[in-house]
């Protein structure tokens, strides 16, 4: 177990520098900068070369890349990641207040996509009616090829405009989370439900499926307390991928239904060519993206002892031996 | 012990007329075509039948676990005075577990992974609310010490990859048992289980249900397991069963010509030798002789353990001859064929091929002497590329030996001729072929270059008996014609004693015995070989019947 812990985190490190190295490069090795691209020729204003040189110098920007790369990556080790080019505000304290908003609607979000997708999965598998599973298994490719903003602006048009139910705009209160989180769940409960129906069908076919229904286990039995949880285990991998997911999607939620957040903050740091923030958004993501799938790796062995098989294979072939 | 459902009266399953078909892309296929099956209370009945011959699906239809393309479209299937054919779902699912058995065929895959032994075993009295929670537990851990299962309370709480592939047989054992059922379904329990191992569970299925009064339905293809363990035999063909009798009518006087000609096939049956030859007796230097072999592996998951697969290995080949190789799983077998083809290297030992050291080998010459040495494996299915026709296929390694394609067409065609096969076949593509057919195949392309060697792995495992003994009859003819020398490496004592010349048994790693075929079976010398031996099944029948 130590073992597997060490190489499990040694992994997430890997992939953390990775992306704080490549969003880098990305972002400063590329000609211009925030500041020329701010206040450059196109402003036309009456800015001397002088005072961009003393803000390039107050941001670091005219020292050579190396240097640049190894004391941002030093400060960002101990938790700072700059100052916004914008507002100059430090980008920790950007991405702390636009996190709970965030949280919330992808919270709710992921929520909804466990059930909806869990649910629509164990229905079409636990269906005797090949029709009814024939037609839930249609719906997630829709679910994944449907646009986000437009399923947010027919959501608005319907439970906030015609129907008042629900707020269109702003964070104020729980009701305002609904409509978003829906939105942000139509993708993820697709990808769930796609991903868990396949191998739900997979494990139900497998032997020991019928060794449980040999027992006069009913239908219900054989796939909750069988097949379910072999079948978690597959669509666990993917968790990773659905965090991403909702991340990404709460650019264009957030924008749809006009709230403040991470979304947000990274449709204007993007617009804005603020590429503090911009990487900042990034290294926060990969760390949560990272966080996660070490969450789901310590829960693997848990589900599935294989995973930490310890005991060799000549157990196995110690009996044909006695 | 359970005693509720079926009256004591009439026999306890009782099939008649049973038919089913499967829903193919052109229409029915019909799998039973009328089958009429008694087994009385207490009494085992062995279907017996080739692959395709409708016996699994007969005994799946038993229990309602045949695929959703099955149709059990006519026929009564009585038990205890109910038609298990019309039963409602419910009913069918309180007698399954608790009145019927189930003891399936791959117990490698038939466990849930992910939950415990015991909690698996448990789980059947809980479904029918035998007992309470604490109740199954312990009932759990007496039906796997009855099965056979050391330390039934610690292995209660293992999960089944920490099992053997025998001990998770008895863990099945143990679940289609422990609700003292009155009739337990066999589906070919033991194929997939080493010889030995078998023989354990066979006995511990039969002690269980003789004492216990349980009648058994065991589907075998093995008619020398039929013949150990059952009391009535009914052989299965096409979908019909042909015949049914006691274990010494069917074996001492077959009626339908079907039977006789499985019995004259099935090697653990026939005592002869397959083609006699002066066996023994050694013309100039061997063919192949390795000395010293020595294979370890590194084991997944420790820190520097190693398994020693091979272990200071001697074998001796003549030449023309053949050296069988025997050994259950994991006794290193396989590995001594890789190593001595030179797919592995060897961490000690010597390797000497027609008076040629060939340990060392690399680069040109050890290309220039695979030619030399071929390899027919075990899986036909597997063993040739789906997307080249079978000409292709045989003239592949003559090309890569600077054959021109003319010339390999026509070595092809001559090949085809000489595994008796059909020259149609050569535009053939192997999915066309039956698993026969398709080995055939696999011997003609491993002939193709004129080897010296050929190494056939586990050759004949995958065949059923008719088609086993036809391979075999043909493997001997070619030696005769083109004095080849064959390594012959199986896990079935009854296929090597047919065509082996000198027999090398395995265990764990090391030669124990080695010798002239008849000697090392008319008088085994050392104790494991015995214990081989008589895990043969069907050998009792053999002394008394034909």
């Known amino acids: 177990m130590g073992g597997y812990l060490a190489r499990r985190l040694g992994q997430a490190v890997l992939v953390l520098w990775a992306a704080y190295t490549v969003s880098f490069l990305v972002l400063y090795a590329l000609p211009g900068d925030a500041v020329d691209t701010r206040l450059g020729a ?43 080019f914008d507002n100059g505000r430090p980008v920790t304290s950007l991405i702390a207040e636009g996190l709970p908003a965030t949280l919330a609607i992808a919270g709710a979000a992921l929520v909804i996509s466990v059930l909806a997708g869990g649910g629509l999965a164990l229905l079409a598998a636990g269906t005797r009616h090949r029709r009814l599973s024939r037609f839930l298994l249609n719906l997630p490719p829709l679910g994944v ?17 015609r129907l008042p139910i629900f707020p269109a705009l702003g964070n104020e209160g729980l009701r305002s989370i609904v409509l978003p989180a829906i939105t942000l769940a139509l993708p993820t409960s697709a990808m769930i439900a796609q991903l868990l129906a396949k191998s739900l069908s997979q494990s139900l076919a497998e032997p020991y499926a019928d060794t449980a229904r040999a027992k006069g286990a009913s239908r219900s039995r054989v796939l909750l307390r069988h097949a379910l949880r072999n079948a978690t285990l597959p669509a666990l991998t993917v968790a990773g991928l659905l965090t991403g997911q909702l991340l990404s999607g709460s650019v264009v939620v957030e924008t749809v239904f006009s709230r403040t957040g991470l979304g947000r903050l990274t449709a204007t740091a993007v617009s804005a060519q603020d590429t503090a923030v911009v990487q900042g958004l990034v290294i926060f993501g990969a760390l949560v993206f990272v966080l996660v799938n070490l969450l789901v790796d310590l829960l693997y062995p848990v589900l599935d002892r294989r995973i930490l098989r310890t005991t060799p294979r000549i157990l196995i072939t110690a009996e044909g031996r006695t | 012990m359970s005693g509720s459902t079926p009256q004591a009266d009439g026999p306890l399953l009782e099939i008649t007329d049973l038919a089913v078909r499967y829903r193919g892309r052109h229409g029915y296929v019909d799998a039973v075509r009328g089958v009429d099956l008694v087994v009385a209370r207490g009494e085992t009945v062995a279907l017996v039948g080739e692959s395709g011959s409708g016996k699994s699906t007969t005994a799946l239809s038993v229990i309602g676990l045949l695929s959703t393309q099955a149709e059990v479209w006519r026929g009564r299937i009585g038990f205890g005075g109910e038609d298990l054919r019309v039963v409602s779902r419910r009913r069918r699912a309180a007698l399954l577990g608790r009145e019927i058995g189930f003891i399936p065929q791959d117990p490698t895959v038939s466990l849930n992974p ?331 392309r491993a002939l193709a270059p004129r080897p010296d060697l050929v190494v056939l792995d586990e050759p004949v495992s995958a065949l059923d008996v008719r088609v086993q003994a036809q391979i075999l009859d043909l493997l001997a003819d070619l030696q005769g014609e083109l004095g080849v020398g064959y390594l012959f490496i199986s896990h079935d004592l009854a296929v090597i004693r047919q065509i082996a010349d000198t027999v090398a048994v395995m265990l764990a790693g090391r030669v124990v015995e080695t010798g002239v075929t008849e000697d090392v079976f008319d008088r085994p010398q050392h104790d494991y070989t015995r214990r081989l031996l008589a895990a043969i099944p069907g050998r009792h029948v053999v002394g008394s019947g034909t």
Not at chain 2, 170 to 197: K, M, N
Not at chain 2, 271 to 290: C, F, K, S, Y
Request: aromatic share 4%; no cysteine.
């Open chain 1, 42 to 84: 196109d402003s036309g204003s009456d800015i001397t070369p002088e005072q961009i040189a003393a803000l390039k110098s107050d941001y670091g920007l005219d020292r050579p890349l190396v240097i640049q790369y190894l004391t941002q990556l030093g400060r960002a080790l101990g938790g700072d990641l700059g100052r916004s």
């Open chain 1, 145 to 161: 090829a449907v646009p986000g903003f437009w399923v947010g602006l027919l959501l608005l048009q319907q439970f906030s405009f």
């Open chain 2, 114 to 444: 992910v939950k415990r032994i015991g909690d698996q075993v448990a789980e059947v009295l809980l479904i029918h609310g035998v007992t309470d929670r604490a109740g199954a537990a312990e009932q759990a851990v007496t039906a796997l010490a009855a099965a056979g299962i050391d330390h039934p309370e610690i292995r209660a709480r293992q999960y089944p990859h920490e099992l053997s592939g025998g001990m998770r047989q008895r863990v099945l054992i143990a679940i289609a048992l422990v609700a003292g059922p009155s009739l337990v379904i066999a589906d070919e329990p033991t194929s997939a289980l080493d010889v030995t191992v078998q023989r354990q569970i066979l006995d511990n299925i039969g002690e269980l249900t003789r004492s216990a009064g349980t009648g058994v339905l065991l589907v075998t293809h093995d008619l020398g397991v039929a013949a150990d363990r059952a009391d009535r035999i009914a052989v299965m063909s096409e979908g019909r069963i042909v015949e049914v009798g006691t274990p010494s009518v069917i074996l001492g006087d077959p009626e339908h010509p079907y039977t006789r000609s499985l019995i004259a096939a099935a090697p653990s049956l026939q005592a002869g030798r397959r083609h006699h030859r002066t066996a023994g007796v050694e013309v100039g230097r061997p063919l192949l002789e390795v000395t010293g072999l020595t294979k370890e592996f590194a084991l997944p998951g420790t820190h520097g353990q190693v398994l020693r697969a091979v272990d200071g290995v001697d074998l001796r080949l003549g030449r023309g001859a053949t050296l069988g190789v025997v050994g259950e799983s994991g006794s290193g077998k396989s590995t001594t064929a890789r190593l001595a083809l030179r797919l592995l290297a060897p961490d000690a030992g010597r390797i000497v091929f027609d008076g040629e050291d060939i340990t060392d080998l690399t680069g040109e010459r050890l290309r220039q002497l695979r030619r030399r040495i071929q390899l027919v494996q075990q899986n036909p299915y597997a063993s040739l590329n789906p997307r080249l026709t079978v000409g292709a296929i045989i003239a592949e390694p003559l090309a890569s030996f600077g054959t021109g394609r003319r010339a390999g067409r026509a070595r092809a065609a001559e090949l085809l001729d000489l595994v008796v096969l059909p020259a149609a076949v050569i535009h053939r593509r192997p999915h066309e072929l039956s698993g026969g057919q398709r080995q055939r195949v696999a011997i003609a």
